[in-house]
């Protein structure tokens, strides 16, 4: 059976608490962003975890190894606490999300244009029909 590990961290992005989803799922890496704004309560990031993680779009995956986590309770705690400490986030995580942002701004770049010509072909038709009705009555 596959494992899939998922993780949230949150941390505080000058002037926005952000939290980053990382899902390791068949030793690949995908990540997703999701901006909360005010500082999240335990009970708001929970509710938020069980109502939209379904609904989060990941990145595309990338190889990464996956490490065997301890069954102790006592070293989980302790790389709990540890991770608490570190802030941000992984580098492998905020590489995933930086491709995530370019194909996104590709994306709109692509629609925003195809919106621009078909705007300006709909100038152009209105400004051919404008001219052949003005001839009509000569």
């Given at each position: 059976?596959?494992?899939?590990?998922?993780?949230?961290?949150?941390?505080f992005e000058e002037p926005f608490w952000v939290g980053v989803f990382e899902r390791i799922s068949e030793e690949k890496l995908s990540a997703c962003k999701v901006i909360f704004g005010a500082e999240p309560k335990?009970?708001?990031v929970c509710d938020f975890v069980v109502k939209h993680y379904y609904?989060?779009?990941f990145s595309l995956a990338v190889?990464?190894?996956?490490?065997q986590i301890s069954n102790n309770p006592k070293r989980r705690?302790?790389?709990a606490r540890k991770q608490l400490q570190n802030s941000g986030i992984g580098?492998?995580?905020q590489q995933i999300l930086q491709i995530q942002r370019e194909e996104r701004k590709i994306e709109r770049r692509k629609?925003?244009?195809e919106q621009r010509d078909a705007e300006k072909l709909r100038q152009f038709e209105l400004k051919q029909k404008k001219r052949k009705e003005k001839h009509r009555g000569h």
């Amino acid at each position: 059976m596959d494992k899939i590990s998922v993780k949230l961290t949150v941390y505080f992005e000058e002037p926005f608490w952000v939290g980053v989803f990382e899902r390791i799922s068949e030793e690949k890496l995908s990540a997703c962003k999701v901006i909360f704004g005010a500082e999240p309560k335990d009970y708001e990031v929970c509710d938020f975890v069980v109502k939209h993680y379904y609904e989060l779009q990941f990145s595309l995956a990338v190889k990464t190894e996956m490490k065997q986590i301890s069954n102790n309770p006592k070293r989980r705690q302790r790389i709990a606490r540890k991770q608490l400490q570190n802030s941000g986030i992984g580098t492998k995580s905020q590489q995933i999300l930086q491709i995530q942002r370019e194909e996104r701004k590709i994306e709109r770049r692509k629609t925003s244009k195809e919106q621009r010509d078909a705007e300006k072909l709909r100038q152009f038709e209105l400004k051919q029909k404008k001219r052949k009705e003005k001839h009509r009555g000569h």
